[in-house]
C-alpha cells in the first residue's frame, strides 16, 4: 500500500477538489491542514465528534467533586461560622456553594476537553508530529489518498488530482 | 411567498382575545379577593389592585417581547449578522404590536398617578414629611428625586418614545430599502443601531426600574436591570422562534433551512442561562449579605409565594439546559416547540412574581383574571402581529447580506 499526499494552497480548491473525487468514487484517508476547513467534515466522511459526551462527563464529575469536597470542609469535617451564616446542613448552605461548583465544573470540562482532544489528536506536548508536511502547519493544505482503498491505478489518480488544482503530489 | 392571514387565523387570534376578555371579566365578577381592600403595614394598597397588577404584568411581559426584539434586531445591524436577515420581516412584525403595548403601561401608570391604583406606593408619598414626623419614610424621602413626577415622567417618556421611534423607524426604512436598493440605508441602519444600542444599554435598566423595581418602592437591586433585560430578551426570542416554526409549518421561510432555526434554539439555550446567572447572582449576593433593605423583596416572594418562586427557577433553568443541550434537539421542531411553550409561561410567571408581591403581599392570586387578561394580551398582540406580517413581503429584498444568510449551512 502506498499513501499519496496532494498538496494544495488554497483551502477551498482543496474541498472543492474532494468533492469531485468523492464523487468519482475516490477514498480520501485525511486532510491537514493549518486551521479547521469549513465544511470538509461530511465531504471526506469524519464522523460526528463524541468529544460533547465526554465534556458532559467531565462537567459531572467536576459538579460531584466540588459538592462533596465542600461538604466534607464546610459541613461534615468542620463546620465553619462565616457571617453567621447557618453551616449545620449542607441544603442551608447550598447557595454559598454554587459559584465554586460552578466554576470547578467549568474547570474540570474545559481541561478535559482539552486533554483528551490533544490525546486523541496524539498532538500532546513532546508526542511527534505526524504530518506528512510540515509546511501544513504554515500556509499549505495536503490530502491524503491510501492507494488500497480506491479501485483506479495510480496514474489516472495523479492527474485526476492534478485537474483539481493539487501543486504537488508526494507518494511515500 | 408571502404569508396570507387567512381568515381562519384571525379568529382563532380574536377568538383567544375575547376568550381572554371573557374570563378576564369573570375573574373580576367572580374571583372573590379581586375587590378586597388590603391594608398591610400601615399602608392602603387598595380595593381593585389584582385587576391592575394582571393588566400590568401582562402589558409588562408583552411590552419586554416587543423592546427584546427591537433590540436583537438592532443588534443584528451593529455586528453586521448575516444568518438572521431571512427572519427579518419576522422581527419587524413583532415591533408593530410595541407602540401599543408601551402605551398600555404609560396609561397604566399615569393611572396609578391619579389615584386609579395602589400599585406603585411612591405615588402616594408625601415628600413634604420631616424626619420624625409622622408618615415620614427615610427610604423614601432619600429616593424622592427620582420618584418626583417631575422628573419620572419625562425619562419614562423619553425611553418609550426613543424605543417606539425606534422601531416605527426600522419597519420604513425595511421596506424602503426593498424598493431602493444599495447599501446606503443598510449603513444608516447600522449607525442607527449603534445609537439604539447605547439608549438600550441605559433605557432597558431605567425602564425596569421604573417600571417593576419602584413597586417594591424601599427595595433596590443593582443588578435587577439586567435581571429583567436577561428575561425580556429570552421572551422574545421564544416568541420570534414559534412565530418562525409557525411560518415554517405553513411551507413558507423555505430559504430558512440551513440551520437557522437552529440559531434561533442556540439563542434560547444560551439566554436560559444567562436568565438563571442572573437570577442566582441577584438572589446569592443578597442572601450572603443578608442586609434588612435587601432582603425584602425576597422575603416577600420566598415566604408567601416558595412553590411558585422556585418552580420559575428551577424550570426556566432545567429544562432548557436538558431538552436543549443536544444539537439535534435544536434543530427538532417538537422539542422547540415543547420547550418554548414552557419557558413563554415560566417567564410569565416571573414577570407576575416580580409585579405581584410587592403590591398585594402576600394577597395575589393566579386565578380567571390573570389567566384571561393573559389570553387577552396574547390574542391581541399575535393578531397584530400577524397582520402587520400580512401586509408585506415576508423575504427582504436588497438587503446587502442576503444572499449571504441564506446560504449558511452549518455541519
Given at each position: 500500500?502506498?499513501?499519496?499526499?496532494?498538496?494544495?494552497?488554497?483551502?477551498?480548491?482543496?474541498?472543492?477538489?474532494?468533492?469531485?473525487?468523492?464523487?468519482?468514487?475516490?477514498?480520501?484517508?485525511?486532510?491537514?491542514?493549518?486551521?479547521?476547513?469549513?465544511?470538509?467534515?461530511?465531504?471526506?466522511?469524519?464522523?460526528?465528534?463524541?468529544?460533547?459526551?465526554?465534556?458532559?462527563?467531565?462537567?459531572?464529575?467536576?459538579?460531584?467533586?466540588?459538592?462533596?469536597?465542600?461538604?466534607?470542609?464546610?459541613?461534615?469535617?468542620?463546620?465553619?461560622?462565616?457571617?453567621?451564616?447557618?453551616?449545620?446542613?449542607?441544603?442551608?448552605?447550598?447557595?454559598?456553594?454554587?459559584?465554586?461548583?460552578?466554576?470547578?465544573?467549568?474547570?474540570?470540562?474545559?481541561?478535559?476537553?482539552?486533554?483528551?482532544?490533544?490525546?486523541?489528536?496524539?498532538?500532546?506536548?513532546?508526542?511527534?508530529?505526524?504530518?506528512?508536511?510540515?509546511?501544513?502547519?504554515?500556509?499549505?493544505?495536503?490530502?491524503?489518498?491510501?492507494?488500497?482503498?480506491?479501485?483506479?491505478?495510480?496514474?489516472?489518480?495523479?492527474?485526476?488530482?492534478?485537474?483539481?488544482?493539487?501543486?504537488?503530489?508526494?507518494?511515500? | 411567498?408571502?404569508?396570507?392571514?387567512?381568515?381562519?387565523?384571525?379568529?382563532?387570534?380574536?377568538?383567544?382575545?375575547?376568550?381572554?376578555?371573557?374570563?378576564?371579566?369573570?375573574?373580576v365578577l367572580f374571583d372573590s379577593n379581586a375587590y378586597d381592600t388590603l391594608v398591610n403595614e400601615g399602608h392602603n394598597y387598595g380595593s381593585s389592585n389584582r385587576i391592575w397588577v394582571a393588566l400590568l404584568t401582562n402589558g409588562i411581559f408583552f411590552f419586554f417581547i416587543a423592546l427584546a426584539v427591537l433590540f436583537f434586531l438592532a443588534l443584528q445591524y451593529a455586528a453586521e449578522v448575516s444568518w438572521s436577515v431571512v427572519f427579518?420581516?419576522?422581527?419587524?412584525?413583532?415591533?408593530?404590536?410595541?407602540?401599543?403595548?408601551?402605551?398600555?403601561?404609560?396609561?397604566?401608570?399615569?393611572?396609578?398617578?391619579?389615584?386609579?391604583?395602589?400599585?406603585?406606593?411612591?405615588?402616594?408619598?408625601?415628600?413634604?414629611?420631616?424626619?420624625?414626623?409622622?408618615?415620614?419614610?427615610?427610604?423614601?424621602?432619600?429616593?424622592?428625586?427620582?420618584?418626583?413626577?417631575?422628573?419620572?415622567?419625562?425619562?419614562?417618556?423619553?425611553?418609550?418614545?426613543?424605543?417606539?421611534?425606534?422601531?416605527?423607524?426600522?419597519?420604513?426604512?425595511?421596506?424602503?430599502?426593498?424598493?431602493?436598493?444599495?447599501?446606503?440605508?443598510?449603513?444608516?441602519?447600522?449607525?442607527?443601531?449603534?445609537?439604539?444600542?447605547?439608549?438600550?444599554?441605559?433605557?432597558?435598566?431605567?425602564?425596569?426600574?421604573?417600571?417593576?423595581?419602584?413597586?417594591?418602592?424601599?427595595?433596590?437591586?443593582?443588578?435587577?436591570?439586567?435581571?429583567?433585560?436577561?428575561?425580556?430578551?429570552?421572551?422574545?426570542?421564544?416568541?420570534?422562534?414559534?412565530?418562525?416554526?409557525?411560518?415554517?409549518?405553513?411551507?413558507?421561510?423555505?430559504?430558512?433551512?440551513?440551520?437557522?432555526?437552529?440559531?434561533?434554539g442556540k439563542w434560547v439555550f444560551a439566554l436560559s442561562f444567562l436568565w438563571t446567572y442572573m437570577f442566582f447572582s441577584q438572589f446569592m449576593l443578597i442572601w450572603y449579605a443578608d442586609i434588612p433593605e435587601e432582603i425584602t423583596y425576597f422575603q416577600a416572594r420566598?415566604?408567601?409565594?416558595?412553590?411558585?418562586?422556585?418552580?420559575?427557577?428551577?424550570?426556566?433553568?432545567?429544562?432548557?439546559?436538558?431538552?436543549?443541550?443536544?444539537?439535534?434537539?435544536?434543530?427538532?421542531?417538537?422539542?422547540?416547540?415543547?420547550?418554548?411553550?414552557?419557558?413563554?409561561?415560566?417567564?410569565?410567571?416571573?414577570?407576575?412574581?416580580?409585579?405581584?408581591?410587592?403590591?398585594?403581599?402576600?394577597?395575589?392570586?393566579?386565578?380567571?383574571?390573570?389567566?384571561?387578561?393573559?389570553?387577552?394580551?396574547?390574542?391581541?398582540?399575535?393578531?397584530?402581529?400577524?397582520?402587520?406580517?400580512?401586509?408585506?413581503?415576508?423575504?427582504?429584498?436588497?438587503?446587502?447580506?442576503?444572499?449571504?444568510?441564506?446560504?449558511?449551512?452549518?455541519?
Amino acid at each position: 500500500m502506498s499513501k499519496i499526499y496532494a498538496m494544495y494552497d488554497d483551502d477551498s480548491t482543496l474541498l472543492h477538489g474532494a468533492e469531485s473525487l468523492v464523487a468519482k468514487g475516490v477514498q480520501i484517508k485525511d486532510v491537514f491542514s493549518p486551521f479547521p476547513i469549513h465544511g470538509i467534515d461530511p465531504v471526506i466522511g469524519v464522523r460526528k465528534t463524541r468529544l460533547a459526551i465526554c465534556a458532559f462527563i467531565y462537567g459531572l464529575t467536576g459538579m460531584s467533586l466540588a459538592l462533596i469536597g465542600m461538604y466534607y470542609f464546610m459541613i461534615a469535617d468542620w463546620p465553619m461560622n462565616i457571617g453567621g451564616k447557618p453551616n449545620y446542613y449542607f441544603y442551608q448552605n447550598i447557595p454559598a456553594f454554587i459559584p465554586i461548583t460552578f466554576e470547578v465544573t467549568v474547570l474540570c470540562t474545559a481541561h478535559g476537553m482539552a486533554i483528551t482532544y490533544l490525546l486523541r489528536n496524539k498532538t500532546l506536548p513532546g508526542m511527534i508530529a505526524k504530518n506528512p508536511d510540515p509546511r501544513t502547519t504554515d500556509d499549505k493544505f495536503v490530502m491524503q489518498i491510501n492507494s488500497s482503498d480506491i479501485d483506479m491505478d495510480e496514474e489516472t489518480l495523479i492527474s485526476e488530482l492534478k485537474a483539481t488544482g493539487a501543486i504537488e503530489i508526494n507518494k511515500a | 411567498m408571502d404569508y396570507v392571514f387567512s381568515d381562519k387565523t384571525k379568529k382563532i387570534t380574536l377568538g383567544v382575545g375575547i376568550a381572554g376578555l371573557l374570563i378576564f371579566i369573570l375573574g373580576v365578577l367572580f374571583d372573590s379577593n379581586a375587590y378586597d381592600t388590603l391594608v398591610n403595614e400601615g399602608h392602603n394598597y387598595g380595593s381593585s389592585n389584582r385587576i391592575w397588577v394582571a393588566l400590568l404584568t401582562n402589558g409588562i411581559f408583552f411590552f419586554f417581547i416587543a423592546l427584546a426584539v427591537l433590540f436583537f434586531l438592532a443588534l443584528q445591524y451593529a455586528a453586521e449578522v448575516s444568518w438572521s436577515v431571512v427572519f427579518k420581516r419576522v422581527y419587524e412584525s413583532i415591533l408593530s404590536a410595541l407602540p401599543l403595548m408601551a402605551s398600555i403601561v404609560v396609561l397604566i401608570i399615569v393611572i396609578g398617578q391619579f389615584g386609579g391604583h395602589h400599585i406603585y406606593h411612591w405615588q402616594h408619598y408625601d415628600t413634604s414629611l420631616q424626619p420624625g414626623q409622622e408618615g415620614y419614610d427615610h427610604l423614601l424621602d432619600h429616593k424622592a428625586f427620582f420618584f418626583n413626577p417631575a422628573f419620572y415622567y419625562p425619562v419614562l417618556l423619553f425611553f418609550m418614545g426613543a424605543f417606539v421611534w425606534f422601531s416605527r423607524y426600522y419597519r420604513k426604512q425595511s421596506l424602503l430599502e426593498d424598493q431602493e436598493g444599495g447599501t446606503k440605508i443598510h449603513f444608516k441602519n447600522f449607525a442607527k443601531s449603534a445609537l439604539f444600542l447605547v439608549i438600550f444599554g441605559y433605557g432597558s435598566s431605567v425602564i425596569s426600574w421604573q417600571l417593576i423595581m419602584s413597586i417594591d418602592t424601599h427595595w433596590f437591586s443593582t443588578l435587577f436591570g439586567w435581571y429583567v433585560f436577561s428575561g425580556m430578551w429570552l421572551e422574545g426570542m421564544v416568541y420570534a422562534l414559534m412565530l418562525i416554526l409557525y411560518l415554517k409549518g405553513k411551507g413558507l421561510l423555505q430559504q430558512a433551512s440551513g440551520g437557522h432555526v437552529h440559531d434561533m434554539g442556540k439563542w434560547v439555550f444560551a439566554l436560559s442561562f444567562l436568565w438563571t446567572y442572573m437570577f442566582f447572582s441577584q438572589f446569592m449576593l443578597i442572601w450572603y449579605a443578608d442586609i434588612p433593605e435587601e432582603i425584602t423583596y425576597f422575603q416577600a416572594r420566598i415566604n408567601d409565594y416558595p412553590v411558585i418562586y422556585w418552580m420559575i427557577f428551577f424550570t426556566n433553568f432545567a429544562v432548557p439546559m436538558l431538552f436543549l443541550m443536544d444539537a439535534d434537539a435544536k434543530k427538532n421542531k417538537n422539542v422547540l416547540i415543547l420547550v418554548g411553550c414552557i419557558v413563554f409561561v415560566f417567564h410569565w410567571l416571573d414577570v407576575f412574581i416580580m409585579t405581584s408581591p410587592g403590591s398585594m403581599k402576600a394577597e395575589a392570586g393566579l386565578g380567571l383574571i390573570e389567566i384571561g387578561s393573559f389570553l387577552l394580551f396574547l390574542g391581541v398582540f399575535t393578531f397584530i402581529v400577524l397582520r402587520s406580517l400580512a401586509s408585506r413581503p415576508l423575504m427582504v429584498k436588497n438587503h446587502p447580506y442576503l444572499e449571504e444568510g441564506k446560504a449558511i449551512h452549518h455541519h
